[in-house]
Each structure stands twice: as structure tokens, then as C-alpha cells.
């Protein structure tokens, strides 16, 4: 150590911490001359949101809350005992300062790194993944330092993160697991299963002294074959509601993708000819006192596809035509 960081090190006697960035949980006092002798009469600064922490040898010794601290044998009787000073802590003692926020935390990602096997009564058995967010804040000090610091070795804010994410997603595969909800019903329950998962957590972190304040699923995914059998089944079901509906707009889609085409014009002839045909076939299936009523919708319906675009005004006249019959 050179001669001005000795002197420099004399006279600082404030020591503090300031978060710019909000995003560190646990940062550790380090002079820039490597030399972290604690002196008596120094003055340690705790800003709201924040605890100091002092470890001597590895052992937890004294937790200061936030205000500003003279160092004295009063307020570091754990690290005094330790130290065993002999001459009331009128000689410099070396330990470990570390400054602890106890603010909450938000914004942090959580998501399933392989799929969850659930059962359901419709799929059997499905594969599920999801992801989102959560907020927790350190409750407990004292028990954090041991259990995350000391017991768990984890001393750095990303892998401390990375440890509680790795627990939320553990407690959404288990409370998905437990649940009998259909895999349909769990895009309209994400509150529900948030809360469920959330005080399964707490029960499970308070050993380490952190609380989860919010979890949040963003989205649950189904795999794609799954996706796909449900998007026929809404078009079956929107087809058995009313199938000539259904059909024109299939229609009009496909002469739209036939014209698109090489040949598109013997490909839009053959199309506007299946159009007529089921025209006719829908004519025949509704000859009821509402027909009137039924052409009219059918010319609504023709009317928004060709303002889409869908249909050009030459469909548009000979699919008219064909509904009313002249």
C-alpha cells in the first residue's frame, strides 16, 4: 500500500453505499487500497432500504438498520466479543461489510426450461411451458446471510436471482401438477394459480428470509399438434353453427388463393363455379319463410368480402346473381 492510500485511509472514516442502479441485492465494502480495517469513532451510513451487515471470519456478527452509526463497542457488541478487544476497540479491527437492500425487487423473469407433464381429462396427457415475472424483497437479515451466504455459497445478485426463479418455476410445475383444472380452463385462472403459487412459495422461502411480493403468468403454451386440434374444433364448431356461412367464406378464400396462382383464372372459374353450386344447395336446404331474410344476410356477408377485398366486384356480382337466382 503506497503512502497516500495509508493517509487516505486514516481520515475515511464515513463509510456508505449508494445503489445508482437498483438492482444489487448484496454488495460488499471494499476500499480501493484493499485495506478494511474498521476504526473506532468510524461512521457507517444506512440509507432506507438498507441493512449493514458485519462478518468476522465467515460468522455473522452485527446487523445495523438504517441511520447513521458511530462504531463502538455499544452498537457492535457481537463483533466485539468476537474480536475480544483489549483495549475497548481502540485498535483497528478487520472484518466484512457488506450493505444488504431490503427493498423489493421487481421485474424478474421466471420460465420453464423443459415442458410440464400434466394430465387432463380431454388431451390425456399434455406439455406445458410458461413464463413470467416476479417481485420479492429480503424480510429476514440475518437468515438470509446464513442460509443464501452462508449455507448456499450465493453471493452474487444474478445467481441470486436465478436461484428464486428456479423456485417459482418448481412451485408452478408442482401447483399445475396438483390441480384438476382442465388444461383448457387455465388461461381463464392465472390469478388464481398465481396466488396458489405465491403462498406455496412463501411457505417454502421464509427458511431462507425472503418473501415473494407478486408472481405473474404472462403465458401458458400448449405444444403445436395440441394448438392445431383445437383450431379444428373451433372451425368445426363455427362450420355446424351455420355451414353456409362457413362455406362461402371457405369459397371466397380459396378463389382469392387460386387467382393468386399461375392459372389463376381456370382456378377462380372453377371456384365461382363450387360457389354457385352451393348457392344453389344452400337455396334448396332453406326454403323456409325466413329465405328472404337468409338471401339478405348472404348478400351482407358478400358485401363485407368484397370491401375486404376478398372478393373483386366481378365475384361479387356473379355470387350475387347466383344467390338470388336470375
Given at each position: 500500500m503506497?503512502l497516500?492510500?495509508?493517509?487516505?485511509?486514516?481520515?475515511?472514516?464515513?463509510?456508505?453505499?449508494?445503489?445508482?442502479?437498483?438492482?444489487?441485492i448484496?454488495?460488499k465494502?471494499?476500499?480501493?487500497?484493499?485495506?478494511?480495517?474498521?476504526k473506532?469513532?468510524?461512521?457507517?451510513?444506512?440509507?432506507?432500504?438498507?441493512?449493514?451487515?458485519?462478518?468476522?471470519?465467515?460468522?455473522?456478527?452485527?446487523?445495523?438498520?438504517?441511520?447513521?452509526?458511530?462504531?463502538?463497542?455499544d452498537n457492535l457488541?457481537?463483533?466485539?466479543?468476537?474480536k475480544?478487544?483489549?483495549?475497548?476497540?481502540?485498535?483497528?479491527?478487520?472484518?466484512?461489510?457488506?450493505?444488504?437492500?431490503?427493498?423489493?425487487?421487481?421485474d424478474?423473469?421466471w420460465?420453464?426450461?423443459?415442458?410440464?407433464?400434466k394430465r387432463?381429462?380431454?388431451?390425456?396427457?399434455?406439455?406445458l411451458?410458461?413464463f413470467?415475472?416476479?417481485?420479492?424483497?429480503?424480510?429476514?437479515?440475518?437468515?438470509?446471510m446464513?442460509e443464501?451466504f452462508?449455507?448456499?455459497?450465493?453471493v452474487?445478485?444474478?445467481?441470486?436471482?436465478?436461484?428464486?426463479?428456479?423456485?417459482?418455476?418448481?412451485?408452478?410445475?408442482v401447483t399445475?401438477g396438483?390441480?384438476?383444472?382442465?388444461?383448457?380452463?387455465?388461461?381463464t385462472?392465472?390469478?388464481?394459480?398465481?396466488t396458489?403459487?405465491?403462498?406455496?412459495l412463501?411457505?417454502?422461502?421464509?427458511?431462507?428470509?425472503?418473501?415473494?411480493s407478486?408472481?405473474?403468468?404472462?403465458?401458458i403454451?400448449l405444444p403445436?399438434?395440441?394448438?392445431?386440434l383445437?383450431?379444428?374444433?373451433?372451425?368445426i364448431?363455427?362450420a355446424?353453427r351455420?355451414?353456409?356461412?362457413?362455406?362461402?367464406?371457405?369459397?371466397?378464400r380459396?378463389?382469392?388463393?387460386?387467382?393468386?396462382?399461375?392459372?389463376?383464372?381456370?382456378?377462380?372459374?372453377?371456384g365461382?363455379a363450387?360457389?354457385?353450386?352451393?348457392?344453389?344447395?344452400?337455396?334448396e336446404?332453406?326454403?323456409?319463410?325466413?329465405q328472404?331474410?337468409?338471401?339478405?344476410?348472404q348478400?351482407?356477408?358478400?358485401?363485407?368480402?368484397?370491401?375486404?377485398g376478398i372478393?373483386?366486384q366481378?365475384?361479387?356480382?356473379?355470387?350475387?346473381?347466383?344467390?338470388?337466382?336470375?
Amino acid at each position: 500500500m503506497g503512502l497516500l492510500d495509508f493517509v487516505k485511509d486514516q481520515f475515511l472514516d464515513v463509510i456508505e453505499f449508494e445503489d445508482i442502479s437498483n438492482k444489487l441485492i448484496v454488495f460488499k465494502f471494499q476500499r480501493e487500497s484493499g485495506n478494511n480495517e474498521l476504526k473506532q469513532g468510524s461512521k457507517v451510513i444506512v440509507r432506507e432500504g438498507q441493512c449493514a451487515v458485519f462478518l468476522k471470519g465467515g460468522q455473522l456478527a452485527d446487523i445495523l438498520s438504517p441511520g447513521t452509526h458511530t462504531l463502538t463497542t455499544d452498537n457492535l457488541p457481537v463483533l466485539s466479543s468476537l474480536k475480544a478487544f483489549p483495549f475497548l476497540f481502540a485498535s483497528p479491527v478487520i472484518a466484512d461489510l457488506y450493505f444488504v437492500s431490503t427493498r423489493q425487487f421487481i421485474d424478474n423473469k421466471w420460465g420453464t426450461k423443459n415442458p410440464i407433464m400434466k394430465r387432463d381429462g380431454e388431451f390425456n396427457m399434455v406439455r406445458l411451458r410458461a413464463f413470467g415475472k416476479f417481485s420479492f424483497r429480503i424480510t429476514d437479515v440475518a437468515t438470509f446471510m446464513r442460509e443464501v451466504f452462508g449455507s448456499k455459497g450465493i453471493v452474487m445478485t444474478y445467481d441470486i436471482v436465478e436461484y428464486l426463479s428456479s423456485l417459482v418455476t418448481e412451485a408452478f410445475a408442482v401447483t399445475v401438477g396438483e390441480s384438476q383444472m382442465a388444461v383448457l380452463d387455465l388461461v381463464t385462472e392465472y390469478r388464481n394459480l398465481s396466488t396458489a403459487i405465491q403462498e406455496k412459495l412463501n411457505e417454502q422461502v421464509a427458511a431462507i428470509g425472503v418473501q415473494f411480493s407478486d408472481i405473474l403468468i404472462e403465458n401458458i403454451t400448449l405444444p403445436e399438434e395440441v394448438e392445431k386440434l383445437i383450431d379444428e374444433q373451433s372451425g368445426i364448431g363455427m362450420a355446424s353453427r351455420d355451414m353456409g356461412t362457413f362455406m362461402q367464406y371457405q369459397t371466397a378464400r380459396a378463389m382469392r388463393d387460386a387467382a393468386k396462382q399461375k392459372g389463376g383464372l381456370a382456378g377462380l372459374g372453377a371456384g365461382m363455379a363450387l360457389g354457385n353450386t352451393m348457392a344453389k344447395n344452400i337455396q334448396e336446404t332453406t326454403n323456409t319463410p325466413k329465405q328472404e331474410t337468409s338471401k339478405a344476410e348472404q348478400l351482407r356477408e358478400l358485401k363485407a368480402l368484397l370491401d375486404e377485398g376478398i372478393l373483386t366486384q366481378e365475384e361479387f356480382d356473379a355470387e350475387k346473381k347466383a344467390i338470388l337466382g336470375r
